[in-house]
């Protein structure tokens, strides 16, 4: 199946659906995150499990959390993306307590594949931005 494809399955059944048993059928054992700044698990290798948890990581302050794909662009093993993340802040985020508030901001992220899964990425968004939206600057 081509990468896009694969991609948009992926963020709508994985990160939108939480449909955390679809993992392997999408993510490689090897997941690297690349470049992603603020993220704990920056630089590091997650396989199937580690990589669950990272989204709990996520889903915790933001049960509601959605991707919404703006754009992509495929290159052989490398699928870019332009989306608008949404949600409402349920649960703690960065030792603060939730403010029931809504976010949206927007970023990109290149995403590399490796025999059809995705193995890993690099991401750049504004977390400031958020961190603004939640009332915490």
Request: with cysteine; aromatic share 12%.
């Amino acid at each position: 199946m081509e990468n896009k494809i694969v991609l948009n399955n992926f963020m709508q059944r994985v990160w939108n659906e939480k449909e955390f048993g679809a993992i392997p059928e999408f993510v490689d054992p090897a997941y690297k995150i690349h470049l992603d700044s603020g993220d704990p698990w920056e630089g590091k290798t997650l396989n199937h499990e580690e990589f669950e948890t990272r989204l709990h990581h996520s889903f915790d302050s933001f049960p509601d959390i959605r991707f919404d794909i703006q754009s992509s662009i495929a290159d052989g093993d490398y699928v870019a993306i332009n989306w608008i993340m949404t949600g409402t802040n349920r649960g703690p985020i960065a030792g603060f307590p939730p403010t029931n508030k809504s976010i949206k901001t927007h970023g990109t992220t290149i995403y590399h594949f490796r025999n059809g899964k995705v193995c890993g990425h690099s991401q750049v968004f504004d977390r400031t931005t958020v961190m603004k939206q939640l009332g915490f600057q």
